[in-house]
T-cell receptor, first 113, second 114 residues
Framework: AQSVTQLGSHVSVSEGALVLLRCNYS??????LFWYVQYPNQGLQLLLK??????LVKGINGFEAEFKKSETSFHLTKPSAHMSDAAEYFC???????????FGKGTMLLVSP | EPEVTQTPSHQVTQMGQEVILRCVPI?????FYWYRQILGQKVEFLVS????????KSEIFDDQFSVERPDGSNFTLKIRSTKLEDSAMYFC????????????FGPGTRLLVL
């Protein structure tokens, strides 16, 4: 069964600093990979996804993620954090041929002025 | 922009009661899903639905759960006899296809079982 590990339940950065949220998956076959964001009292919104095209994927709001097969990782980055980026971020995987999303535990991003 | 909607946003019920959570998926989507998130835990898959039948389900989705698409727009999750441990945020999602297709999530229904 797939599993997703997100290191750090909380990450704190200053406004303007680099954002790095980590995600590792367990699979012998590269799955489809997703990052979702959840703002307070809202549903999950897709930031970006990897579907075996380019390994560096660009998403909304200036976020990007790089698929590294050798490290089984799909870390999310943003060069410069904004206060509006404060939210919970979820990494998820989907095995090819299936529709189930398996989520990590989520990382709460805190941005201070 | 089309979005998934869910009603109610909050529901409080007594243990043993039946609840029905409602969702309106995006209109041209074919795949529908329910997930739940117990407070402080990860989002967990419950069930997927395609072509008027369940296509995948998790171990959580036991006999007390059922799903239905009673008409062309609604997608419902019924919990027949609620337990305290059913308290969670329940998310509905929909997608055009499976696998790499994006699943669009609704805002969730927070269920509290007393």
């Amino acid at each position: 069964a797939q599993s997703v590990t997100q290191l750090g339940s909380h990450v704190s950065v200053s406004e303007g600093a680099l954002v790095l949220l980590r995600c590792n998956y367990s699979s012998s076959v590269p799955p489809y990979l997703f990052w979702y964001v959840q703002y307070p009292n809202q549903g999950l919104q897709l930031l970006l996804k990897y579907t075996s095209a380019a390994t560096l994927v660009k998403g909304i709001n200036g976020f990007e993620a790089e698929f590294k097969k050798s490290e089984t990782s799909f870390h999310l980055t943003k060069p410069s954090a904004h206060m509006s980026d404060a939210a919970e971020y979820f990494c998820a995987v989907s095995d090819r041929g299936y529709s189930t999303l398996t989520f990590g535990k989520g990382t709460m991003l805190l941005v201070s002025p | 922009e089309p979005e998934v909607t869910q009603t109610p946003s909050h529901q409080v019920t007594q243990m043993g009661q039946e609840v029905i959570l409602r969702c309106v998926p995006i209109s041209n989507h074919l795949y529908f899903y329910w997930y739940r998130q117990i407070l402080g835990q990860k989002v967990e898959f419950l069930v997927s639905f395609y072509n008027n039948e369940i296509s995948e389900k998790s171990e959580i989705f036991d006999d007390q759960f059922s799903v239905e698409r009673p008409d062309g727009s609604n997608f419902t999750l019924k919990i027949r006899s609620t337990k305290l441990e059913d308290s969670a945020m329940y998310f509905c999602a929909s997608s055009q296809g499976r696998g790499q297709e994006t699943q669009y999530f609704g805002p969730g229904t927070r269920l509290l079982v007393l």
